[in-house]
């Protein structure tokens, strides 16, 4: 199945899909040295954003969560693509400044958890495949 959506931070990714369907505050939400959820009783707690493409329908909370998504690739620990119903700031920004491949518009129920995606976010548009 191919869904089109709007590139936010272009780029191409491939990898398995781990699904929230709650939003994700990073800045108190991700440790930005291991990448693991660190967000009392959310749905991720626990969970590692390394390497996986990253699906949830918007971010929350501060700012800072920009540098927090940054710090992530800087540590080698952040995801190999974001794909979101509707990005807000904090996550287009820190996906734009880590070079994290990003697309919104995207009707994340189709996706689930362990899902093989495929990401390609071109200069306006982009493509999620997943199967």
Partial sequence: MNMDGRSISPGKAAGTALVSTEPIGFYGGVDAKTGIVIE??????GENVKDRILVFPCGKGSTVGSYVIYGLVKNGV???AIINAETETIVATGAILGGIPCIDG???ENIKSGDQVQVDAGEKEGT???G
């Fill in 40 to 45: 009392k009783g959310h749905p991720l707690e």
């Fill in 106 to 108: 995207i009707d994340i």
């Fill in 78 to 80: 952040g995801p190999a």
């Fill in 128 to 130: 999620v495949g997943v």
